[in-house]
């Protein structure tokens, strides 16, 4: 069932551009930073809409989109504050879970911090993972925590410049068309 928020997540996500584009260096250096300074091989930026998760940056694996039902993340984002699983097969929440079972992955340590806009909509996760159970220091996690607000800026700092191309872009053509209205009757 899609909700109101569902309409909300998915406007700000077309917003920002960044689905169904080559994974930009920027977001691939604070993904590349999330899997060394947490010590995983593997760690994924994840935007997620009413129906995909979408890997849009990536370490240890090429992106892709899955569906929202087999994300991990998908179950957790929006929730305040981190998540962090130490075995996923002994958590209800992901035991069953494709990226768990062996289906599609072989996930045994889990840990996510949520992207949350200036707005304060969730729109996905950062997220690290290993293929053996461990724990997630502190200065890790909050180092996790600090990488997903950094990604929130790159996407805002993006749309921003964006948004004010577009916007120089118009005046660019309002003042040729005010220039040319203005030399017409002269001639």
């Known amino acids: 069932m899609k909700t109101a ?11 920002y551009g960044v689905l169904g584009r080559a994974t930009e260096p920027d977001l691939q250096g604070l993904v590349q930073l999330a899997a060394t ?26 992106p ?11 179950v957790v984002f929006r929730e305040p504050g981190h998540t962090v699983v130490e075995d ?13 079972t062996g289906e599609v992955a072989n996930v045994r ?5 949520p992207l949350i806009t200036p707005s304060g909509v969730p729109i996905g996760t950062v997220c690290i993972f290993d293929e053996e159970p461990r724990e997630l220091p502190e200065d890790e996690s909050a180092a996790l925590a600090l990488i997903a607000h950094q990604i929130v800026d790159v996407l ?5 410049t964006r948004e004010l191309g577009e916007s120089n872009a118009q005046l660019e053509n309002f ?13």
């Open 156 to 160: 805002e700092l993006r749309r921003l």
């Open 5 to 15: 928020d569902d309409a909300i997540r998915r406007a700000i996500i077309e917003d």
């Open 64 to 74: 892709a989109v899955c569906s929202r039902e087999d994300s991990m993340c998908a």
């Open 175 to 187: 003042a040729a068309q005010v220039a040319h209205d203005l030399r017409n009757p002269l001639t």
């Open 88 to 100: 996923a097969t002994l958590d209800d929440r992901f035991a069953g879970n494709p990226f768990v």
């Open 37 to 62: 300074v947490c010590s995983v091989p593997t760690a994924v930026i994840n935007i997620i809409d009413d129906r995909s998760q979408h890997q849009i940056a990536a370490v240890g694996f090429e």
């Open 109 to 113: 340590f889990y840990a996510s911090s």
